[in-house]
């Protein structure tokens, strides 16, 4: 069933790819646990999120706050019923125009073909900082 899990996860990056986030979303549980690492009054795309219709208003923050520049899945580790992806990220903020890169984690968790949990750890405070506009660096 790993390998399965694996090829569902590259499917759901594939998707995002292309834009197609109804075809993430279709991918996901019900009652998927959604979390990016952090706090969200530091920055809206953080924190945690529970169902399909938090997960759909995360990539719609994704898309109102950054635009997209470089995002790579680099490896995807099979862990049975997890993967674990790692990859790296460029974005514009589109709120202060400063750009903000950062390597990152991705964990799945699958149950049934669907993912139950995403969790995402990526250098946080670099987001924070550029969408306040550089304040405190």
């Known amino acids: ?3 399965a899990n694996v090829s569902l996860v590259q499917n759901l990056y594939a998707a995002f790819g292309r834009g197609d986030i109804d075809s993430v979303v279709a991918g ?5 646990y959604w979390e990016s690492v952090g706090r969200r009054e530091d920055y809206p795309v953080l924190g945690v999120r529970k169902g399909r219709d938090e ?5 719609r923050t994704v898309n109102e706050l950054q635009e997209f520049i ?3 899945p680099s490896e995807f580790l099979d862990a049975g019923d997890a993967v674990v ?10 709120k202060t125009g400063q750009a903000v890169e950062s390597d990152w984690v991705h ?4 149950r049934d073909g669907k993912v139950t949990s995403f969790r995402e750890f990526c ?5 924070v900082l550029a969408y306040r506009g550089g304040e405190g660096r």
Request: charge should be neutral.
């Open 1 to 3: 069933m790993s390998a």
């Open 28 to 32: 996901l549980a019900p009652d998927v």
């Open 55 to 59: 997960a759909r208003e995360f990539f």
């Open 70 to 72: 470089e995002f790579a």
């Open 85 to 94: 992806v790692l990859g790296h990220e460029k974005w514009k903020i589109r």
């Open 107 to 110: 964990v799945f968790k699958i």
């Open 123 to 127: 250098d946080t405070a670099s987001f």
